[in-house]
């Protein structure tokens, strides 16, 4: 959609946003952002050719990735698919716990945060903003960054994200010598809405997926009970063997936007504000991206990657 040159180079920065991230938990000292492979198999033999291609295209640009075939998957992780890429690079973390983590660090430093405070006025004029929260009180500031994640659609007149409805499961807690997950890999594939599963360094397994292409919070939750159950027999088709006790589920909104690429930087009748919207399924990582490009914008130094996500390419 966007051409091979910046598709890679989207994907360059992903994988360099996950080695800077990774490098940042460590000067924070937060021990919970690892390092896994990631594994992605075709969820059917039709997809085998697209898989191919992504493989090639990965291996020509210098990606650490190799292409497995049936056999070896079964081998290797114990069950059956077609066709799969294992990348070398990829991590898992709670990025809840992330986030809190980053803040105690900066807080330390002077930042300051005022949790549970609803901005509920925006005013934008030559000179900065003026923010109004809900005890009517008024912040003023030279620029502002919006990274209040799906709520932002609300100032942007551009049709830029879909949002749907997504569905997780958690299993119990496994006992240390129970609990065997091949390779400590991530796993998702093909499928469209696709499935992902990985385990928590608790010894936990989460399942997700099972999308439905609607957003509507009431019609989502009615739907929680079934899309679990769903999520549970995906799990235990394709590994019959663990044995999984479901702890949790829950649902949730899941925004994506028709390039695949998040909304960062300016955007033009909004004066002195610039956006972090991580819209998709590597939010993470484009939060990464999001933190360079908006400060470099707002230093008024030049950002090479900035055009690749701007607000203009629509
Ligand atoms: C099911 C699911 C799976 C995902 N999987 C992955 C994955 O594997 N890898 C990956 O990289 N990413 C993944 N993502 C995406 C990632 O989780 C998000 O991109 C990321 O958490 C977004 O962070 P954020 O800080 O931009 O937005 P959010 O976490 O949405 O935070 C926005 C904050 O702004 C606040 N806010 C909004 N409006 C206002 C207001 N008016 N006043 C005050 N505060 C306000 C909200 O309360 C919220 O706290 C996934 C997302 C989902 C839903």
């Not at 969820?43 to 039709?46: M, R």
């Not at 033009?268 to 002195?272: A, E, F, I, T, V």
């Given at each position: 959609m966007i051409g091979y040159k910046k598709a890679v180079r989207s994907y360059q920065l992903c994988a360099e946003a996950i080695n800077k991230l990774k490098s940042i938990a460590e000067k924070i000292g937060f021990s919970e952002f690892e390092y896994k492979k990631s594994l992605y198999y075709a969820?059917?033999?039709?997809d085998i050719s697209f898989l191919k291609e992504e493989y090639k295209i990965r291996k020509e640009n210098n990606f650490e990735v190799s292409l497995l075939e049936q056999k070896s998957i079964k081998n290797i992780f114990g069950f059956d698919a077609p066709a799969a890429i294992l990348s070398e690079l990829g991590a898992q973390t709670d990025a809840y716990s992330f986030t809190h983590a980053l803040h105690q660090h900066n807080l330390k430093k002077g930042t300051k945060v005022f949790d549970?405070?609803?901005?509920?006025k925006i005013h934008h004029n030559k000179n900065g903003v003026i923010l109004t929260t809900q005890n009517k009180k008024t912040i003023k500031a030279k620029n502002l960054i919006?990274?209040?994640?799906?709520?932002?659609?609300?100032?942007?007149?551009?049709?830029i994200v879909k949002l749907n409805s997504t569905y997780a499961i958690i299993s119990e807690r496994y006992e240390e010598d129970n609990f065997a997950w091949p390779e400590e890999v991530l796993i998702w594939n093909t499928d469209d809405p696709y499935l992902y599963l990985r385990t928590t360094n608790d010894r936990r397994i989460i399942i997700g997926g099972r999308d439905e292409k609607f957003y509507n919070p009431e019609k989502r939750d009615k739907l929680l009970d079934p899309k679990s159950n769903r999520l549970e027999t995906d799990f235990k088709k394709i590994f019959p063997k663990i044995p999984f006790k479901k702890e949790y589920k829950w649902t949730g909104t899941f925004g994506s936007t028709k390039d695949g690429l998040p909304f960062i930087g300016p955007y033009?009748?909004?004066?002195?504000s610039f956006f972090a919207l991580g819209f998709g399924g590597n939010g993470i990582t484009f939060s990464q991206i999001a933190a360079e490009i908006n400060r470099d914008l707002i230093l008024g130094k030049d950002n090479q990657n900035a055009a690749l996500f701007s607000f203009e390419r629509i």
């Open positions: 969820a059917s033999k039709k549970r405070v609803n901005i509920t919006y990274a209040s994640g799906y709520e932002t659609v609300n100032f942007i007149n551009k049709k033009k009748s909004l004066p002195n």
